[in-house]
Structures are given as structure tokens and as C-alpha cells.
């Protein structure tokens, strides 16, 4: 079945340092691969995606590449803010399955000025 | 101009009330989705509905019932509240059942139940 694994939290960084949030699928087809951020109260926003393998999402000085080989879509982003701060989820949607989405845990990121 | 909008944003209820929450959205999707998360975050979808009908109906208790009226509605309808359904309430939609479709969420809807 389809399903997403992103690391554990809480992540907390220095403002300006690099950032990974790694993210792993398994997809019984050939899935789109998303993320998406929470900020406090408020609702998912999408943040990136990438529909096939080797694409690479971008948004906000995030990104992340389709990797197929290792079944991954790690998020990165070079310097860090305090408003970054947020919980980020990966997510994948899969034609096989309707275009149901599958979540990650979520990975709750905390930036210290 | 809110594309998903959902209402209340919070609500505190008593343990076997009914309560109600509205989903509406206005990017012609669709496809709308219930979510709930709850206290670490976890998001599990709860239903799909795509023109109207039931697609997705994960394993919910029977007194959680959605009810879309048109294809821009979804809302959700709680029975005998328990406090073990406090917690988030997401309404989403996308455009169809595609792959690759992004889903748009609602600002959340903060049940607690006392």
C-alpha cells in the first residue's frame, strides 16, 4: 500500500543554519510527491511539490527532488528564519488510489533567533 | 475571497451534544475531504466526497456523518460527542481525482469536547 515516513521531531535550528527533513514513500504506483507547512493555528499550505521522478519542487528557498531510486523527497533549505517555524508534512497522492492523500507524521521545526 | 472557508473555527461543547461544521469552497473543485488531526499533529483522512458522492469512508464511528448538499459544500455532522473527538477538523478540496492535483485546506475548525 501507499504510505510516507518523515522524520521524527522536534527539529530545532539556529536561525541561518541548513535544514533536511527527510521524507521516504512507498507507492503501489507512480505517486506525486508533496509538502506541505503548518504554521501555528492555521491550515496546510502547500509548499512544494513534484509530480515525477527527477522533478525538483521549489518555493521560499525550500526544495526537494523526486528521487525514485531511493524512494525519497527530502526537504532542504539553505538559511533558516524564525519564520520558518512550523510544522512541515510530506505527502504523496497516487493515481492507483484515487487521488487519496497520504501524510507524513509531520515534522514540527523550531528556529531560535 | 477565502478559497476553503469552514466554520466555527472553534468550538467547545459538552460530552453528547450534536454539533455541526460547515465546509464551503469556492475554486470549483470537485473533490472535498474531511481531516482530523489531533493532538501531535497526526492527519488522518476521515472522508472524500467527488460531485457529491462518498468516496473515501475511513474507519469512522457511525456518529460522524458528512452530508454534501452541492459539490462546493461538505460539512459534517457530529453526534453523541465524546471527549476523545477533541481535536482539529480540516476540510480540503482539489480539483479532481488526478494525481498530482494539490489539495487546499480550510483554516481548521478546534473541537473540544468537555
Known amino acids: 500500500g501507499n504510505s510516507v515516513t518523515q522524520m521524527e521531531g522536534p527539529v530545532t535550528l539556529s536561525e541561518e543554519a541548513f535544514l533536511t527533513i527527510n521524507c521516504t514513500y512507498t507507492?503501489?504506483?507512480?505517486?506525486?510527491l508533496f509538502w506541505y507547512v503548518q504554521y501555528p493555528g492555521e491550515g496546510l499550505q502547500l509548499l512544494l511539490k513534484?509530480?515525477?521522478?527527477?522533478d525538483k519542487g521549489s518555493n521560499k528557498g525550500f526544495e526537494a527532488t523526486y528521487r525514485k531510486e531511493t524512494t525519497s523527497f527530502h526537504l532542504e533549505k539553505g538559511s533558516v528564519q524564525v519564520s520558518d517555524s512550523a510544522v512541515y508534512f510530506c505527502?504523496?497522492?497516487?493515481?492507483?488510489?484515487?487521488?487519496?492523500?497520504?501524510f507524513g507524521t509531520g515534522t514540527s521545526l523550531t528556529v531560535i533567533p | 475571497d477565502t478559497a476553503v472557508s469552514q466554520t466555527p473555527k472553534y468550538l467547545v461543547t459538552q460530552m453528547g451534544n450534536d454539533k455541526s461544521i460547515k465546509c464551503e469552497q469556492n475554486?470549483?473543485?470537485?473533490?472535498m475531504y474531511w481531516y482530523k488531526q489531533d493532538s501531535k499533529k497526526f492527519l488522518k483522512i476521515m472522508f472524500s466526497?467527488?460531485?457529491?458522492?462518498?468516496?473515501i469512508n475511513e474507519t469512522v464511528p457511525n456518529r460522524f456523518s458528512p452530508k454534501s448538499p452541492d459539490k462546493a459544500h461538505l460539512n459534517l455532522h457530529i453526534n453523541s460527542l465524546e471527549l476523545g473527538d477533541s481535536a482539529v477538523y480540516f476540510c480540503?478540496?482539489?480539483?479532481?481525482?488526478?494525481?498530482?492535483?494539490?489539495?487546499?485546506f480550510g483554516e481548521g475548525s478546534w473541537l473540544t469536547v468537555v
Open positions: 480540503a478540496s482539489s480539483p479532481t481525482l488526478v494525481s498530482g492535483n494539490t489539495i487546499y
Open positions: 507507492a503501489t504506483g507512480y505517486p506525486s
Open positions: 513534484a509530480t515525477k521522478a527527477d
Open positions: 505527502a504523496l497522492s497516487d493515481d492507483d488510489t484515487g487521488n487519496q492523500f497520504y
Open positions: 475554486l470549483g473543485h470537485d473533490t
Open positions: 466526497y467527488n460531485n457529491k458522492e462518498l468516496i
